[in-house]
């Protein structure tokens, strides 16, 4: 189809994408949002939605015939095998010198991650987004976006008895003997849900291992949050299995959007054309960034300037397990979602979170994932030759990250007399250095744009996602993108409506 006309259009349903949605509809706005992923609403072929994380299927990953598990081998076996190629929820995007995973369908990465919900100590914010207003985040936008998203804790007495979280009591123990600071971290999963997971009056999702593919139950994604509100504003269209491909300036005033339809095979099915008054990137961090840089090189949008596809980073994530002693268990029963961190960014610039290895046996084996102060950053950039987009990261750059949470775990291992498992990323490899969760910049807060994501060179034109977001929060990211998402829309709707 052709000739159909939007006031807004957002790329992606994300964080970003879903905050910007929700205000401009509550505004009046009529809100077309594109998402290439699936809309995850209706039961699969064993009448759930989502896959179990121990049982990938056709539903686990994006355009793949083999699974690419971030954890890729246990006790020397290899994890992954062969699935259908369809347009499953996790994508694995390989990239020369890193893997970067992300979330595919309607609620972009919020129905694939862990829900884990931290606001940014106050004290590295001025680090994390050094030309925002401090004040006005913590007064007013993480509030708001910590009640949008349902973030809460977990009942501490409850903790202290439940057999789902001995993995992480073992880690406090052992982070408090070498006196690390340890801190619960709060999360979007419904606590009561859990409790009642673990009482056997509710089915089981994070109590089953369920997280990496989707959570059936009990994690609040935002299809339970904002687009919820969202459509209740009966403002809104979605269209999923919708790519964006191309923006470009309208010979009649707005944008040209060109979106290609696909099969859950992967295919092309249709190409369509909206345009619209303005346009949202909310593609996440390496969807904006990758489309922006090819827009830019390639002559669609030649007027965004050289800030493009700069500022990437990996939120310095890093993996690693340790192997306990027998007299320390971390529990055959383990709950997917993780509650708790061992925060060393002051002293030593990690802070790890302490993260289930739910294989339904005892494993004697403590894992975790950090996230540290690593310097480097990458750059998107055009290969007209090849007609993709780089990314110039390369594998030694996450040495740095390596060596800050050795500030953690070799301590640990010290004081324990423990060592590092060597078998989960492959034989012999202690550090799970090939990957991140936490893809962040690519279309920097006011240098690729201004100091509210509107796209420099072009009106009517934002960012909204993590690529705003100069390549590390010291936390996990979503709250910090969805905060940043509601300060700015806020603005855009007060002055550019
Ligand atoms: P996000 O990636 O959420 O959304 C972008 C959307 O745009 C996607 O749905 C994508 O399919 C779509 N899209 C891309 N290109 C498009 C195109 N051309 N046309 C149409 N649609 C397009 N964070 C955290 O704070 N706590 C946590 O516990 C975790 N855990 C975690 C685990 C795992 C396995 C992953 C992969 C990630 C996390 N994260 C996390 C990270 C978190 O999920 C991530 O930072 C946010 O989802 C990023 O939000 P954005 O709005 O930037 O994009």
Redesign the pocket.
């Known amino acids: 189809s052709g000739g159909a006309h939007v006031p807004a259009l957002v790329?992606?349903?994300?964080?970003?994408?879903s905050v910007a949605a929700l205000r401009l509809a509550r505004a009046g706005v009529h809100v077309h949002m594109?998402?290439?992923?699936m809309s995850w609403d209706a039961p699969g072929s064993d009448g759930k939605i989502f896959a179990n994380t121990t049982t990938p299927d056709y539903r686990s990953f994006w355009l793949r015939t083999k699974t690419k598990q971030p954890l890729c081998s246990f006790l020397g076996f290899p994890l992954d095998k062969d699935v259908p190629r369809y347009t499953g929820i996790?994508d694995a995007e390989d990239f020369g010198g890193i893997t970067v995973?992300?979330?595919?369908?309607v609620?972009?990465?919020?129905l694939?991650?862990?829900?884990?919900?931290?606001t940014p100590r106050r004290e590295n914010f001025g680090a994390v987004l050094p030309t925002v207003n401090a004040e006005e985040m913590y007064s007013t936008y993480y509030p708001r976006a910590n009640a949008g998203l349902g973030v809460s804790s977990v009942d501490p007495a409850w903790f202290e008895s439940a057999d789902c979280y001995r993995y992480a009591r073992v880690g406090r123990k052992h982070a408090q003997r070498s006196g690390f600071p340890f801190v619960f971290v709060p999360d979007v999963y419904d606590w009561d849900y859990m409790k009642r997971e673990a009482a056997g009056t509710a089915p089981r999702s994070a109590l089953a291992g369920e997280i990496?593919y989707g959570n059936n139950y009990g994690k609040k994604s935002l299809q339970q949050t904002y687009l919820a509100q969202l459509r209740a504003t009966g403002n809104v269209t979605i269209s999923p299995l919708?790519?964006?491909?191309s923006v470009a300036p309208s010979p009649g005033g707005g944008y040209t959007v060109v979106i290609d339809q696909l099969t859950t095979g992967g295919a092309t099915a249709a190409t369509k054309t909206v345009t619209a008054d303005k346009v949202f990137f909310?593609?996440?961090?390496v969807?904006t960034s990758k489309?922006l840089t090819r827009l830019r090189a390639t002559g669609a949008l030649p007027g965004l300037n050289d800030e493009i596809g700069r500022g990437w980073g990996d939120n310095g994530n890093v993996m690693c397990g340790r192997a306990n002693h027998m007299w320390d268990p971390t529990g055959a029963l383990q709950s997917s979602i993780p509650c708790s961190g061992i925060d060393n960014w002051a002293a030593g610039g990690a802070f790890a979170e302490v993260a289930p290895l739910p294989t339904g046996i005892e494993t004697y084996a403590s894992f975790y994932l950090s996230i540290t102060k690593n310097p480097n950053r990458a750059r998107f950039t055009w290969n007209a030759a090849a007609g993709r987009v780089d990314l110039d990261w390369q594998t030694a750059w996450k040495q740095p990250s390596i060596d800050m949470a050795k500030s953690i775990f070799d301590r640990i291992n010290s004081k324990e007399g423990t060592i590092y498992r060597t078998d989960l990323f492959g034989l012999h490899k202690i550090w799970g250095d090939h990957l991140t969760?936490?893809p962040l910049g690519g279309a920097v807060l006011d240098k690729a744009t201004d100091n509210y994501g509107r796209l420099r060179g072009y009106s009517g034109l934002y960012v909204i996602?993590?690529?705003l977001i100069p390549g590390n929060t010291s936390v996990?990211?979503?709250?910090t993108?969805t905060a940043l998402a509601e300060r700015n829309i806020e603005r855009i709707i007060a002055t550019d409506l």
């Open positions: 790329i992606g349903t994300g964080y970003g994408g594109i998402e290439m992923g996790l995973y992300q979330g595919r369908g609620g972009g990465g919020s694939v991650n862990g829900g884990m919900a931290v990496l919708h790519k964006v491909t909310a593609a996440g961090s969807g489309l969760y936490h996602d993590g690529a996990n990211p979503f709250v993108i």
